[in-house]
């Protein structure tokens, strides 16, 4: 079962607990996922299965696409509606043009700062599991990240609801503290679904359900990371890449990343990188 699942993970489901329900479902030995939702979100979750399980930070790394519902007038310590409510602020005297003015400010490359509960670590320890300690005066260091656009779909006070579309690493959550301390209003995250996961969109995601009544639901291990560029290795080339060995490459391909190493057959043999013309292995599959 050396797949790669789209999976639709409900609501109030922990990613892990979905990645176990899927793989005893499918009898897989081994499962992972391709990045982290919260409890408490829905969407696109990359389930990894067997020798899948090692793309997983190839899939991670991709960019994503989330639909968030924010409240105006309420800071919770979580930064969305499972924490406890920090402060409440006035927020009727907001109009829709405040809301586009003020999201056109968190586009692009911008700093956040993780939210006190994630799974951050700090020092070693997981920064959530030291807010649960009551230990909660923890500097955060910011992190750089990018996000491309953010659509208003929705604005009917208190609510707004967006779609945004960042790289990995951006946290719905902080962008809704920020867009809501922007708007002098406060505000938290009520919901969240994630959409997207580069090409792994939500309208072909299948549930649990979908699984039960066996839905043709596996992606290829190629296939999901069709993202990356191709090398067909020639005989000599895939004798020293199955070894680990490195190679002296000049293929005519002029980038520095990650390709996708092919056996003179066209059998995907694994991933490798690519710097200043020489070929390193980084994954090799059975």
Partial sequence: ?????????????????????????????????????????????????????????FLSDLDKEYIVRLKLGERTDTYDSTGSVTEKREYRFVRESDIRSSIQRFTGRTKQIPPLYSAIKVGGQRLYKLARKGIKDIERPERVVSIYSIDLLFFGAPYVDLRVKCSKGTYIRSLCEDLGNALGTGAHMTSLKRTRIGTFGIEQSVSLDEFRNHADVCHSIDSAISHLPEIILDSESFNRAKKGLPLDFQHGLHCNGYIRLKTPENVLLGIGRIEEGSLRIERLLN
């Avoid at 939702?37 to 696109?44: M, Q």
């Fill in 1 to 57: 079962m050396n797949c790669v699942i789209n999976f639709n993970k409900p609501e109030n489901v922990s990613s892990q607990q979905a990645v176990t329900r899927v793989k005893r479902l499918l009898a897989a030995r081994k499962a992972g996922h391709a990045g982290t939702l919260d409890p408490v979100a829905s969407g696109v979750l990359l389930i990894c299965l067997d020798e899948a399980t090692k793309i997983t930070r």
